[in-house]
């Protein structure tokens, strides 16, 4: 005991090491103090009018932000309950919603519609539930409406990374397009700003580099200084693409080492992905690029069905999309149809796998 005492934690002590999930490339550990942990969950839970009273289900891992954050630190801080699941499974986590009152719960889009076709088809309940916010990848409307249709909750969009926390989130009063047409507004202590490729900031609606000022910015990358991406205004690359609408609200487009770039143009990823979302075969999909030796790159869809009874043609999505009024020139010139995509452990796809393992498919093929 008198050597723990010894070693007490100022508020700007490194206090947590937390690697990055790997989905576009080689985690890092993230290194952070008290005060950037605290700043960003106390306006986090503000937004989202938790309090002492609210019961938090939390089946993302401690090894990941989003589960240290707001399933371990944000409860002690509320001094609200916690149930931890160590491996999801939908029944376990409606059994645990409904036998403890669980009020929140914060997961990536795989987990909401988990549940939303789990309570649907067993004619469960999960009454206690309020709110759940879902971040990670852009969530597709339809989802949003089936959520509030089948389990009555509030589904609220943010974005975030293990560098500062959550960013941006929709309002607990925003109507429900904001949750699935938006990434949610700043949270307080956040300034936000699109800019082009020399740094100047670009016009609402226009799609450029997101930089982000915050007191909840990370103490840099441990043994890695060179790529802490920020400036000496505190401005941190995100090293995602974005825009910002008329109101504030930010709509993530896609990570820049995801873009693809197609004969000089750019592809709208998380735009055709989010499509795809809503067709009624596809459970999971990831666009990706594939190398050409005339136009550079072409866009794969690689798609996880449903039931392994179904079937999808590259014909059938490109009349999907042609139907939803996407661009012809935007749509996927090729389909993979795999039973397995891989993620991370809180279930965000690893694209550099993706584009690693198809490049390997490719060559074999040839």
Request: glycine fraction near 6%; include cysteine; proline fraction near 4%.
């Amino acid at each position: 005991v008198n050597m723990l005492d010894a070693f007490e934690a100022a508020p700007d002590d490194i206090t947590q090491l937390i690697f990055t999930s790997g989905t576009t490339g080689e985690p890092k550990g993230v290194m952070h103090t008290a005060n950037t942990l605290f700043a960003n969950i106390i306006p986090y839970a503000e937004r989202l009018n938790l309090n002492e009273n609210d019961v938090i289900l939390m089946a993302s891992p401690m090894a990941h932000q989003t589960g240290f954050m707001y399933g371990l630190m944000m409860p002690i801080e509320l001094k609200a309950k916690v149930i931890l699941q160590d491996v999801w499974d939908v029944k376990t986590g409606i059994s645990l919603i409904n036998e403890y009152g669980v009020t929140f719960t914060m997961a990536s889009t795989p987990f909401l519609n988990d549940l939303s076709i789990a309570v649907t088809e067993q004619h469960d309940s999960v009454a206690s539930l309020k709110t759940f916010l879902c971040a990670g990848a852009p969530i597709p409307g339809p989802l949003v409406q089936k959520a509030r249709q089948n389990l009555g909750v509030k589904v609220i969009s943010a974005w975030g990374m293990t560098e500062c926390g959550a960013v941006t989130m929709t309002h607990i009063s925003d109507d429900d397009e904001r949750s699935y047409n938006t990434d949610g507004i700043a949270l307080p202590g956040v300034d936000i700003k699109v800019v082009d490729r020399n740094g100047i900031e670009k016009a609402r609606n226009e799609s450029g580099r997101l930089m982000i000022r915050t007191c909840s910015n990370f103490g840099g990358y441990l043994k890695r200084p060179h790529l802490n991406d920020t400036d000496t205004d505190d401005w941190f690359d995100t090293g995602d693409i974005a825009y910002q609408d008329d109101q504030g609200y930010i709509r993530i487009c896609g990570r820049k080492k995801d873009v693809i770039i197609r004969g000089g143009e750019n592809i709208p990823v998380a735009e055709i992905e989010s499509l795809l979302y809503q067709h009624p075969n596809i459970a999971v999909v990831a666009l990706v690029a594939y190398e050409d030796e005339r136009l550079g790159e072409r866009a794969c869809a690689i798609v996880k069905l449903k039931n392994a009874d179904q079937t999808l043609t590259l014909a059938e999505i490109s009349d999907f999309l042609k139907k939803h009024d996407l661009a012809v020139q935007y749509i996927p010139e090729r389909l993979e149809i795999w039973d397995e995509i891989p993620t991370t452990p809180s279930g965000k796809i690893q694209k550099f796998k993706l584009r690693e393992l198809l490049k390997t498919h490719l060559a074999i093929a040839q």
